[in-house]
């Protein structure tokens, strides 16, 4: 049957992986640092060895009530662990110990961002879990993979919506403000290039007007909000090209092929009981003390939202500013250091948003390290306030504030940038100016105001830039008025 023109809905749920931030592992006392070489972060409990019990490690319990506390999730008091059965490579023991029939998060809600609109995404579950390890294909020999433990076990909270999404830009959404939570809290890097931030799509279509939902796919493990919205994009016209030939959609797992730009199947499916879910017979069920949760959720931080609303209100910012400086809590620190020092929350924004996060960017950085310190950006605006020094010049000089370290007086002195506000220096170099343009000199004193700015340009370049705006506007007026 050919459907031709039918048109469709698209709905998607999602599972995000995040990797949390503690210092060892899930289960053991290895350390979970990324990058060091092959195997040398593991030991008999993450090996999978006969004999060897883990042990829950408290930290990222925490995190992960801290988490869903922020995702506005109830928080199950009473949750256990439990074994996934799978075969993989670089599963040692032959299961995964999860989370299954009681999460440690679930029922919660956030609310997204979708151009003007805003749209509430529910999240079924957030569960803890163990990482497994990496396959590593040699390049040279493809009939050869090797086997890399060091992830293998590393603490993972796994974030389950409801499939309420209809877009890829809803997903992209979503996740962007799901990653800026969980760095708030610092739970999670999100670096998504690493593999601390991983999303699942799952993806079906189903005709206008059908309440029953379609064949889901997923698509599997997507580390960038392009390479996300990219895949989903495929898959919709994929998956409407089947069915609008008549074909039926395979419930299976797919893979993104970012070169070809397409996706791929990997394999089946899985449902629920594949996996032969069962309680982790060497863990006792975790029993969460209601006055640890309640203290835990008095100590969070102010979250994305909360604090762009407010850098709205109290410092009269447009929403976009405060949705950049927001995008991180090191970022939103330092611009609230800056204000501190200097009440001039639009300048201080202006200057945060274009010079410094021109400079963070260029050298890979974030706020938290940067070499030019809120204390260092305000006096190089109180230099440019005073009149030391023109916008200009104070622009040229960031770049060189920002690499070698120096103070920006250090700067301006050495390179004898002071700006000129002298009136009889000024007024020689504007009657220099004036005498070698006599024609602009008439044309301005016939009436055409606007040869005023071409005035001011020549006495700026003949002064190097350091001669005062302000006074050479002031000047020129009298001088070309006769």
């Not at 995404?121 to 396959?135: M, Q, S, T």
């Not at 962007?176 to 998504?192: A, E, H, P, Q």
């Amino acid at each position: 049957m050919n459907n031709a023109g039918q048109a469709y809905e698209v709905v998607i749920g999602l599972e995000v992986h995040a990797q949390l931030l503690t210092k060892s592992k899930m289960f053991c006392a290895c350390g979970a640092d990324f990058g060091l070489p092959a195997n040398t972060q593991t030991c008999p409990v993450c090996l999978g060895m006969p004999g060897t019990l883990p042990v829950i490690n408290r930290t990222a319990v925490e995190m992960a009530v801290r988490a869903g506390l922020a995702l506005n999730c109830a928080i199950r008091s009473k949750n256990r662990f439990a074994r996934k059965n799978y075969f993989y490579p670089d599963l040692p023991k032959g299961y995964q110990i999860s989370q299954y029939e009681a999460p440690i998060c679930e029922n919660g809600v956030v609310e997204v961002a979708v151009g003007d609109s805003r749209k509430p995404i529910r999240v079924r579950r957030a569960h803890l879990e163990e990482d497994a390890g990496k396959n590593v294909h040699d390049g040279d020999n493809r009939a050869v993979s090797l086997v890399d433990l060091n992830r293998a076990g590393t603490p993972l909270l796994e974030i389950v919506t409801e499939p309420d999404m209809r877009s890829a830009d809803e997903v992209v959404a979503y996740l962007k403000m799901l990653r800026d939570i969980l760095m708030y809290l610092d739970v999670c890097d999100g670096n998504m290039e690493q593999g601390s931030l991983r999303c699942e799509p799952n993806l079906s279509l189903r005709p206008v007007g059908q309440q029953a939902f379609g064949t889901k796919v997923e698509l599997k493990n997507i580390n960038s909000f392009k390479f996300v919205k990219d895949a989903i994009e495929y898959e919709i016209k994929r998956q409407t090209k089947v069915l609008n030939g008549g074909g039926k959609i395979q419930q299976e797992t797919r893979l993104w092929n970012v070169d070809k730009g397409v996706t791929a199947t990997m394999r089946s499916k899985e449902e629920a009981h594949d996996y032969r879910y069962f309680p982790d017979p060497d863990l006792v069920p975790l029993d969460l003390a209601q006055d640890w949760i309640d203290a835990l959720r008095m100590a969070l931080p102010e979250l994305p939202e909360a604090r762009q609303k407010r850098f709205v209100t109290d410092y009269g910012l447009p929403d976009y500013d405060a949705g950049v400086l927001t995008t991180s809590k090191a970022l939103a620190d330092y611009f609230e250091a800056c204000v501190t020092l200097h009440n001039q929350p639009k300048t201080v924004s202006n200057w945060v948003m274009g010079e410094l996060l021109r400079e963070l960017n260029n050298a890979g950085c974030s706020a938290a390290s940067s070499p030019v310190s809120p204390e260092r950006l305000v006096s190089l605006l109180q230099l440019v306030d005073k009149g030391t020094i023109s916008l200009k010049v104070a622009r040229d000089i960031f770049p060189e504030l920002y690499a070698s370290g120096k103070s920006p007086e250090q700067i301006v002195q050495a390179k004898g940038l002071t700006q000129v506000s002298d009136e009889g220096a000024l007024e020689k170099v504007i009657g220099e100016v004036m005498a070698k343009n006599p024609a602009q000199v008439a044309q301005y004193r016939s009436g055409k105001d606007t040869v005023l700015g071409f005035f001011v340009g020549q006495v700026m370049k003949a002064s190097g830039g350091k001669a005062n705006p302000g006074k050479v506007n002031e000047l020129l007026k009298k001088k070309l008025a006769g």
